[in-house]
Nanobody, 115 residues
């Protein structure tokens, strides 16, 4: 069974940084695409960033320059470096892995940014 497990969330003051990590298990393949989504209270889940096995990236426009996604392909690890955090970045962050018709999600890790 494919599992994605996130880590690195927590409480940080505005202007601070966090790095989220996501590790996949139960696979013998490398995900075509891995990424991060987030869901703030009362809002829909939204894209944060994705990265392909060829290192092509897509970011939510408003996060460019503050957030950076990178991955370790052979180990199915993906990271999200978040800098200059703002209170509006507070959300549960979910790891995503896509392989052809398979979509896998982590349980989420909470990031809280205090003002």
């Amino acid at each position: 069974q494919v599992q994605l497990v996130e880590s690195g969330g927590g409480l940080v003051q505005a202007g601070g940084s966090l790095r989220l990590s996501c590790a996949a298990s139960g696979t013998i393949f490398s995900f075509n695409t891995m990424g991060w989504y987030r869901q703030a209270p009362g809002k829909q889940r939204e894209l944060v960033a994705t990265i392909t096995s060829g290192s092509s990236t897509v970011y939510k426009d408003s996060l460019k320059g503050r957030f950076t996604i990178f991955r370790h392909n052979t180990k199915n690890l993906v990271y999200l470096q978040m800098n200059s955090l703002k209170p509006e970045d507070t959300a549960v962050y979910y790891c995503y892995g896509g392989f052809w018709a398979l979509d896998a999600w982590g349980q989420g890790t909470l990031v809280t940014v205090s003002s």
